[in-house]
T-cell receptor
Framework: GAVVSQHPSWVICKSGTSVKIECRSL??????MFWYRQFPKQSLMLMAT?????????EQGVEKDKFLINHASLTLSTLTVTSAHPEDSSFYIC????????????????FGPGTRLTVL | AQSVSQHNHHVILSEAASLELGCNYS??????LFWYVQYPGQHLQLLLK??????LVKGIKGFEAEFIKSKFSFNLRKPSVQWSDTAEYFC???????????FGKGTHLIIQP
């Protein structure tokens, strides 16, 4: 149980185009979803937190107009990288949590497999 | 804001050796501490976590970690590693009411058969 999927697993796009990445909780309803970004050989950096039906909360330094997050349902959150540039190339990972999800009593985060974005 | 420091970026061990990966965090309030593992080509998986109570926590696959509040540390240990433990290990902290996790840079562990 508590599986999170991401689609696509990798994407290559031209500079200036927009790319949408989906994050789905497959067997539980995720009240909160998180988006992280990981540069090569670096740590995961939290970009934003989204609660279903609410606007996302972005971390300092993350441009909300560039990284559009939608959490329209309890099983789906999307991250759209608008007007992508080569410096946006990275590994984007989502996680999802909900009260009682998984075997632990707290809001454990379950991670998706990540999406590799390459902007040419 | 909290931060997490993992001391070793790369560790190479032989099978059956003992393992200890260091993790220090900086945050003055109550924290929740985690160790995640990422096997090659796979998702991040939770190894173990500390919220409160016994500072020595046991996780999956024979791993354990000890929370030492005075040292702001949460080191990961395993008495005898296996080749299948080759993976990337991340220490993470959650605190200050924030829901998201702050991760360390990770330790790449290679176990030689």
């Amino acid at each position: 149980g508590a599986v999170v999927s991401q689609h696509p697993s990798w994407v290559i796009c031209k500079s200036g185009t927009s790319v949408k990445i989906e994050c789905r909780s497959l067997d539980f309803q995720a009240t909160t979803m998180f988006w992280y970004r990981q540069f090569p050989k670096q740590s995961l950096m939290l970009m934003a937190t989204s609660n279903e039906g609410s606007k996302a909360t972005y971390e300092q330094g993350v441009e909300k107009d560039k990284f559009l997050i939608n959490h329209a349902s309890l099983t789906l959150s999307t991250l759209t990288v608008t007007s992508a540039h080569p410096e946006d190339s990275s590994f984007y990972i989502c996680s999802a949590s909900a009260p009682g999800a998984g075997t632990l009593s707290y809001n454990e985060q379950f991670f998706g497999p990540g999406t590799r974005l390459t902007v040419l | 804001a909290q931060s997490v420091s993992q001391h070793n970026h790369h560790v190479i061990l032989s099978e059956a050796a003992s393992l200890e990966l260091g993790c220090n965090y900086s945050y003055g309030g109550t924290v929740n501490l985690f160790w995640y593992v990422q096997y090659p080509g796979q998702h991040l998986q939770l190894l173990l976590k500390y919220f409160s109570g016994d500072p020595l926590v046991k996780g999956i696959k024979g791993f354990e970690a000890e929370f030492i509040k005075s040292k702001f540390s949460f080191n990961l240990r395993k008495p005898s590693v296996q080749w299948s433990d080759t993976a990337e290990y991340f220490c993470a902290v959650k605190g200050g009411g924030a829901d998201g996790l702050t991760f360390g840079k990770g330790t790449h562990l290679i176990i030689q058969p």
